[in-house]
């Protein structure tokens, strides 16, 4: 199994910033892909970032020249740093990792998630 475990949600004012980290565990796995999503209250949840073991990154319109993604593979860890912040960035955010493993041709694994609060 793969765990994912996300930190450095919170509050934050309005054109704040704040940086979220994911890292994942376990063992005989690897990760092709890793991602951010979220989720806010009433609403479904949607994809914000996605970064590939080659580094290449993907973002939703609504955060494009905000948030960065980047991932340290050797840490199998991926960051989202949250900048310009918005009210309607609130949300739960969600880790995500797909890849392959010895014990599945592939996988996707969620984390918990982490509750980012834009306020002022």
């Known amino acids: 199994q793969v765990q994912l475990v996300e930190s450095g949600g919170g509050l934050a004012q309005p054109e704040g910033s704040l940086r979220l980290s994911c890292a994942a565990s376990g063992s005989g796995f690897s990760i092709n892909a890793m991602g951010w999503y979220r989720q806010a209250p009433g609403k479904q949840r949607e994809l914000v970032a996605t970064?590939?073991?080659?580094?290449?990154?993907n973002y939703a319109d609504s955060v494009k020249g905000r948030f960065t993604i980047s991932r340290d593979n050797a840490k199998n860890t991926v960051y989202l740093q949250m900048s310009s912040l918005k009210p309607e960035d609130t949300a739960v955010y969600y880790c995500?990792?797909?890849?392959?493993?010895?014990?599945?041709?592939?996988?996707?694994?969620w984390g918990q998630g982490t509750q980012v609060t834009v306020s002022s």
């Open positions: 995500k990792a797909e890849g392959s493993a010895v014990w599945a041709k592939s996988f996707a694994s």
């Open positions: 970064i590939t073991d080659g580094g290449s990154a």
